[in-house]
């Protein structure tokens, strides 16, 4: 005949015996309990990546949205000016801003397109970090980028390139080494970069949106990238 309680005796030298009697229903009941709780740390672990992965697309699709927005509101401002143009009717002013609104058209059209999901995409394996990202601005349409570069396994000295690609108002992208004369870094702990940044002719700090760091390993394999806007940065 199945039991109807289960005891359980504790005996120490210096103390008398105790017995502790339980029923089955309450073995049973922690038993449930007990499954219960794993099954509900399963799910809200499943719930959290799923919220993480969806914020993360949310962010994406915000950045890029902002930066749209960013370019209607050039074109609109474009627009404005010429419409101010014909009403005080100067045809040579007219020309020029015509002729200058055909030629960004025709050059982002013309031009390869950026893949602007690669270049708010942010990468992060874990073995370094950024930290204390400034731009200045200088009088000769050139930018000064510093930030600080940290080792996260200091037991490994870190070997790779340091880039960074700007992404202009018409959405061209222009690729920029922050290695200077010696191309493969190699930090133990922590690396301070100082870059100054020629824009190409024709462009100024006005212009640019955005940009995005990249640290590569010597191979190519991308450690770390994160866009930033440039009105965050700029100083």
Known sequence: MAADKYSVILMRDDHTVKHFHFRPFWIRLFLYGLLFLVAASLVFGYASVKLWLKTNHLQD???????????????????????????????????????????????????????????????????????????????????TLRFDLKNLNEDKPLRGKADVSLLTDNARLIEHSLNGENQIFQIKHYKTFDSTIHLPQGLSGSDIFALRISISGPQGKEYFGLAYRLDDLIS
Do not use: M, W
Not at 71 to 86: G, T, Y
């Open 61 to 143: 699709l915000n950045d890029k949205q902002e930066f749209l927005l960013h370019q209607k509101k050039i074109q609109l401002n474009r627009l404005e000016n010429i419409e101010k143009v014909v009403a005080f009717r100067d045809p040579d002013q007219l020309e020029k801003l015509i002729t200058g609104q055909l030629t960004d058209l025709y050059t982002e059209s013309a031009g390869p397109k950026t893949d602007l999901r690669k270049f708010y995409a942010p990468v992060d394996t874990k073995q370094l970090s950024i930290e204390n990202v400034t731009l200045e601005q200088l009088k000769d349409n050139s930018l």
